[in-house]
């Protein structure tokens, strides 16, 4: 018969080894919780030796009892029946194709949807379209989940309470003629970048009809020293995009570029990446160096100082100039960073140096000087012209009015800034909290 063996007591005198910190704790609760873990039933069991005979005996009894109520169940009944008004444009049994696409941060990806009887099924790229060739990443074939996901809001809800839709219609027609008589005075939109023509299209009609109205752009992950420093290095209105599939080396300074979706790995041959924590970009690097967030901007400098070196470019040498480095500052094994140094000068114009939105714009403006010392402008880094409304608003000035009381309806459009946006921007004027 098997033995259960019971653990050795425990030491009184020694390190005392804790599993949980509820453990640690020790609390009344946690004295509770642990009672309760197993099931109803099982706690006359202990301290009792059973044998493995003994327990299939007391399973087999209990699966037989529980059969006995199980003789009365079946499935529900369930009847097929024809569409009451059929799906447009739909064949039973074939699919249909539409020509889509999935917006991002710096443009969108083109793609086909399959869809059966009206619902998508699959995500592909477009052949048909040069921008990518048909290919598509883990993000976009991951997307067609977020149709079925049970999260999405399915009901209205008013002041925390359920509501209905004729409810919502009411009160969207008072506030329509409310606003009208005041021209959209107190009236703020809050919307996450894109680069869609439909949105401003819509945004013309909304602002002839409200001519007072705010409307605010805000993107977590397009940091606000990105956009000061490309636009002071290359004008107004100006966006740099990497081009990945042109680049035979990478170097990831703090940028988990990966995990944001802005492109894969196939075409690279070289791959290193510094950052001071364990990312999916650091993971897949061939090259990977742990360094304090602190420190990035000194590697950063030692960085473009081995780059000079290498390309003898005025631009790079005159941001150098410009940069003081404090006393004392920590130094980087000179083999490692030589080394990543060359690799990206042997690769003029496919080579690419990125640095991540947390980083200051000194490091951002840096870093743009390095990749124009390669040659990268153009090629790997390519900059746009993008269209921006002057009526645009950042999320700070949006704060600002907030908290001046001169924005009385914020309408929040597809993102989720009480939780991304920094704590503390806004308050609520009746509580005086924070949002």
Not at 4 to 26: A, C, I, M, N
Not at 151 to 180: C, I, P, V, W
Not at 354 to 379: F, R, S, T
Request: proline share 6%.
């Amino acid at each position: 018969m098997k033995r259960v063996f019971q653990h050795p007591p425990e030491p009184l005198t020694g390190k005392h080894y804790w599993r949980s910190l509820g453990e640690l704790s020790d609390t009344p609760e946690f004295r509770e919780w642990l009672e309760r873990e197993f099931p109803a039933g099982t706690a006359e069991l202990n301290g009792v030796e059973w044998s493995r005979r003994s327990f299939l005996k007391l399973m087999g009894a209990s699966m037989a009892l529980a059969g006995f109520g199980l003789n009365g169940c079946r499935r529900p009944e369930a009847h097929l029946v024809p569409f009451t008004k059929s799906a447009e444009w739909t064949i039973p049994g074939k699919f249909l194709y539409y020509a889509t696409a999935m917006p991002r941060r710096t443009g969108a990806i083109p793609l086909i949807a399959t869809t059966v009887d009206g619902r998508p099924i699959k995500l592909e790229g477009n052949p048909l379209h040069p921008a990518s060739g048909g290919a598509t990443d883990t993000f976009a074939q991951a997307s067609i989940l977020d149709l079925y996901d049970p999260s999405r809001s399915q009901r209205f809800f008013h002041k925390g309470k359920r509501s209905d839709r004729a409810a919502f219609d009411a009160y969207m027609g008072e506030l329509r003629n409310t606003l009208l008589a005041q021209q959209g005075e107190g009236l703020a939109l809050l919307v996450t970048e894109t680069q869609s023509p439909t949105r401003e299209r819509l945004r013309t009609e909304l602002e002839k009809t409200f001519p007072a109205l705010r409307w605010c752009v805000y993107e977590p992950l397009l940091n606000q020293s990105q956009q000061v420093a490309a636009q002071g290095a290359f004008g107004e209105n100006s966006r740099l995009l990497p081009r990945l599939d042109r680049a035979d080396v990478i170097l990831a300074l703090d940028s988990d570029f990966l995990d944001c979706g802005q492109g894969d790995l196939a075409s690279v041959r070289a791959f290193t990446s510094v950052e001071n924590r364990f990312t999916l970009t650091g993971a897949m690097a061939d090259h990977r160096l742990r360094c304090p967030a602190s420190q990035i901007a000194l590697f950063a400098h030692a960085l473009a100082g081995k780059i000079l070196a290498a390309t003898k470019d005025p631009g790079l040498g005159s941001v150098i100039a410009n940069l003081q480095v404090p006393a004392g500052a920590a130094t980087f094994d000179d083999q490692w960073l030589s080394g990543a140094a060359n690799d990206l000068a042997a690769k003029p114009g496919a080579s690419l140096v990125l640095a991540g939105p947390d980083q200051p714009g000194a490091v951002q403006l840096l870093v743009y000087a390095i990749n124009a010392a390669l040659k990268n402008l153009g090629q790997t880094l390519v900059i746009r012209q993008v269209p921006r409304n002057p009526r645009t608003i950042d999320i700070l000035q949006l704060a600002v009015d907030m908290n001046d009381g001169r924005i009385k309806r914020l309408f929040i459009l597809g993102g989720d800034p009480v939780y991304n946006a920094q704590r503390g921007l806004a308050e609520d004027r009746e509580t005086r909290f924070p949002l």
